[in-house]
């Protein structure tokens, strides 16, 4: 049977990961980001399908969050970096020394924070990606919003839209997964689907439909539900799975020619070079 790795954190220090939604005096939503765990538990897990993988997700607690690397060990002490000896598997840090991508099953997470123009559902982020990469139309998928997405006052009123999305894509050879995003980042630029951003201090920030810095094996995905205070519902929370949920899709499907990479290129620099002047500005400001 294959089993999709991954590992689930549970932290100590500080006792919460997720995030906190409440209500101002004003009726506005107010917000207590998740931390950053610097000591806890890491702990290898499996799941047989996408559906089994959508339950543990659900099941997280608010001291939990998850990465899609493995380390050595099946369940390890989390310390500081320079705590970390480097010669017990059972105490390590959360670095890229001590997690890789499996290479075998294991999941690709799309991490999706909006676009310039307004909000995508989860279909249509969903085709704006096969647009791009036709290949993933033939990619399982396990849909599920993002903590921030979705949520409602107790009066009814949306606070934020469903427009924040994380999609879960079983893969053969998740070793394969930095590689294969990079060529995903530029087949998205190639079509068209790629902006830049001003940043706070003038830079031109790079963005496409998916975040680019999420795949890296140490990296945490604060996917546990989050916590709801003063009456704010959820009510669109439940994930959707796309395709077969206990099938593998396989990476290496996803390539790029030189066409591409000089379609990317160019629409980069044109986009970047579309905003220098509000970067100038930004960075005098």
Request: some cysteine; charged content about 25%.
């Amino acid at each position: 049977m294959n089993r999709l790795q991954f590992t689930v954190y549970t932290s100590t220090v500080p006792q919460r990961l997720t995030k906190v939604f409440g209500l101002a005096a004003d009726g506005t939503l107010t917000k207590t980001t998740a931390a950053s765990m610097s000591a806890g538990t890491a702990q290898r897990a499996a799941a047989a399908s996408l559906t089994e993988l959508a339950d543990r997700l659900d099941r997280l607690t608010s001291a939990q969050a998850v990465g899609w690397g493995i380390g050595a060990s099946e369940l390890a002490t989390v310390v500081a970096q320079d705590a970390d000896t480097g010669t017990d598997p059972t105490r390590v840090s959360r670095t890229r020394r001590n997690f890789v991508y499996p290479k075998g099953p294991g999941i690709l997470m799309l991490d999706h924070d909006g676009i310039p123009e307004g909000g995508l559902d989860r279909d249509g982020l969903r085709l704006r990606l096969i647009d791009a990469c036709p290949v993933l139309a033939m990619a399982p998928m396990l849909w599920r919003p993002s903590a921030s997405a979705g949520l409602v006052a107790p009066d009814g009123r949306g606070l934020t839209g469903l427009f924040r999305h994380r999609i879960y894509i079983p893969v053969q050879d998740a070793s394969l997964i930095p590689e294969a995003g990079k060529r995903l980042v530029t087949l998205l630029w190639a079509a068209g689907k790629g902006w830049h951003e001003v940043g706070s201090a003038g830079q031109a920030l790079a963005r496409t439909l998916v975040d680019s810095s999420v795949w890296q094996p140490e990296r945490l995905d604060f996917a546990a539900p989050p916590i709801l205070t003063d009456g704010i519902r959820r009510p669109i929370a439940t994930a959707l799975v796309y395709g077969d949920p206990t099938a593998l899709f396989d990476l290496s499907g996803i390539v790029t020619t030189a066409a591409d990479d000089k379609d990317a290129a160019k629409r980069r620099r044109e986009s970047r070079d579309a905003i220098k002047q509000q970067c100038k500005l930004q960075r005098e400001t």
